[in-house]
């Protein structure tokens, strides 16, 4: 009898045990759902706005990466504006170089030309001044050359002096033995012509410009035209 009860309060316990087992697996179920869902929500919450956080900075961060984009541009087309400039003052620096050096060799060139053009004026000036003597000299001796060879000093066209000699010929003292005389540009003597023409007056010529012998020249053209006269009589 007392084995029937023991048994009874034992199953009357699991009973309850087993009642109470439900009852707190639905009663901790329930507020593990809720707690999990709650907790679920605050997830999602969460990763909402860590997304969203996140998204923005992500956003900022492309803006920033566009505006980098923008700047390395700027700075690229700046740079090459630069390169371009440099370039541009570069030719501009050789031109103006070319220029100094055209200056250079020009002023170089008019100096040049002004030394050469002192020192034709300076040889012109000394050529001037021998002619010059020399013409003086001839007409001092004019005088003299007329009374004692018979010789008459014209001046005809072009500065040329015309010498007419006479009484070489015995049969007609009045007939002209002519030659005419220059000094040229070097400051020599030179014979343009004479009528009747000498073999030997090249070498008077070349004999005067080295001994500036002018009396001599005149005196040996005199003898040549006298000893063509007695040949031509002969």
């Known amino acids: 009898m007392a084995d029937t009860k023991t048994e009874d309060e034992i199953i009357l316990f699991e009973r309850e045990i087993k009642e109470f087992w439900t009852k707190f697996k639905s009663i901790y179920g329930i507020e593990q759902n809720s707690q999990t869902s709650a907790l679920r929500d605050s997830c999602r919450e969460s ?32 740079s090459q504006r630069v390169s371009e400039n440099q370039e541009h003052l570069t ?11 055209q200056k250079k060799d020009l002023t170089d060139s ?19 001044k021998t002619t010059k003597e020399r013409v003086e000299q ?16 014209r001046r005809v066209h072009d500065e040329q002096l015309e010498f007419v000699f006479r009484h070489i010929d015995h049969k007609d003292p009045d007939k002209p033995f002519v030659f005419t005389l220059f000094i040229n540009e070097q400051g020599d003597y030179e014979v343009t012509s004479c009528t009747p023409p000498l073999d030997c007056i090249a070498e008077f010529q070349l004999k005067v410009r080295e001994t500036n012998n002018f ?16 040949k031509q009589s002969a």
Do not use: H, P
């Open 47 to 78: 990763i909402k706005a860590i997304s969203e956080k996140w998204s923005k900075k992500l956003e900022e961060g492309d803006l920033m990466i566009d505006k980098i984009q923008e700047f390395s541009n700027e700075i690229l087309q700046q």
């Open 91 to 101: 030719e501009l620096k050789s031109n103006l170089n070319q220029e100094e050096q």
């Open 110 to 128: 008019i100096q040049k030309l002004k030394e050469e053009l002192m020192k034709k004026k300076e040889i012109i000036a000394s050529k001037n």
């Open 138 to 153: 001839l007409c001092k001796s004019k005088v003299l050359f007329e009374e004692r060879l018979g010789l008459e000093i």
């Open 215 to 230: 009396s001599a020249f005149i005196a040996n053209i005199r003898k040549a035209f006298t000893a063509l006269s007695y």
